[in-house]
């Protein structure tokens, strides 16, 4: 039976088990101060890359590097089409032109080669409108 201060589980996230804490009742504070909530103690600093994703950034870099040449080949064959050929007395049919769908290769190529930009907003001072001044000098 609860003493009509906190419940506490246990929660299940991932391979781990947390320990969470609930009010008993909407009003009441839980018990767990906003220092000891945070429960990832040994995570890595903000701003710091993540190694998996850093690795694969690299891995793919290199594919692209070492296929430079077929890559720009595969981009041309997919703006250009290609004609019905046969094979083994076999005819492959030829895939029309594409030229969008090779812009849209390429940029889902580059996602993986530069790192995406953020946007950004210009402000004047306090947040406010910006203010431009253009001054003609003779």
């Not at 692209?64 to 004609?83: F, H, M, P």
């Not at 190529?109 to 000098?137: C, Q, Y």
Request: glycine share 12%; proline share 8%.
């Amino acid at each position: 039976m609860l003493d009509g201060s906190c419940q506490t589980r246990l929660v299940r996230f991932g391979g781990t088990f947390a320990r969470m804490s609930t009010p008993h009742s909407p009003g009441e504070p839980d018990s767990l101060s906003s220092k000891t909530a945070n429960l990832n103690r040994g995570g890595r600093p903000k701003g710091t890359p993540n190694r998996t994703t850093q690795a694969f950034r690299e891995t793919v870099q290199a594919l692209l590097d070492d296929n430079r040449e077929n890559v720009a080949l595969w981009l041309k064959q997919t703006a250009e089409g290609s004609r019905n050929r046969k094979v083994g007395g076999k005819t492959i049919p030829g895939r029309p032109p594409d030229p969008a769908g090779a812009a849209r290769l390429l940029a889902q190529l580059a996602e993986f080669a530069a790192p995406k930009l953020n946007r950004s907003e210009v402000v004047g001072e306090g947040g406010g409108p910006l203010t431009v001044v253009i001054r003609k000098e003779a």
